[in-house]
């Protein structure tokens, strides 16, 4: 269908297949995000802690704001903090996406995915495993990908 190739470039075409082929270590990479999120946290906390504290071990601040409320502002302003946030945030929306994507897609749709995406056979592979012409695998193919370019708002 051409009314779908006129609305994605070759490099969102390309963007949408890469996160089709991430989607099964998805979870696990979002994990991994999450504990150095934490880590990095619980790094500002500590460092303010050791920056808070003097030798007698009392805290001493200038009067204008509250040790808490500091603390607060450094890991909010933090570069890294802010990265891991919004990378955490991209995925489950790309995550999201793509499922709501697959819930509008046909038996052969989703079959495609699985089998390119899920198990990456190749092309050949696929339209062998799926009884069906190249011409017709390779415009389901397109399809696929393009619909899920709409979910993720892409075109």
């Known amino acids: 269908m051409n009314t779908y190739q006129d609305k994605l470039s070759r490099s969102g075409f390309r963007f949408v297949e890469k996160l089709l082929y991430d989607m099964k270590k998805h979870d696990t990479a979002m994990i991994a995000l999450e504990v150095e999120l934490e880590t990095v946290l619980e ?3 500590d ?18 704001s509250s040790p808490t409320e500091n603390m607060a502002i450094k890991r909010a302003d933090n570069l890294q903090v802010k990265f891991l946030k919004d990378r955490i945030e991209e ?5 999201a996406a793509i499922l709501k994507a697959m819930d ?16 990456e056979k190749t092309s050949r592979a696929c339209w062998e495993s ?9 415009e389901i193919w397109q399809i696929t990908v393009y619909k899920v370019a709409e979910y993720l708002g892409i075109t």
């Open 43 to 45: 790094q500002i906390a």
């Open 47 to 64: 460092m303010y802690t050791l920056k808070a504290s003097t030798i007698d071990d009392m805290p001493h601040g200038t009067g204008t």
């Open 130 to 138: 799926m009884h069906i012409e190249k011409s017709r695998w390779y």
């Open 91 to 95: 995925m489950k929306r790309h995550k």
């Open 104 to 119: 509008y897609m046909t038996d052969t749709e989703k079959l495609l995915i699985k089998l390119k995406y899920d198990h």
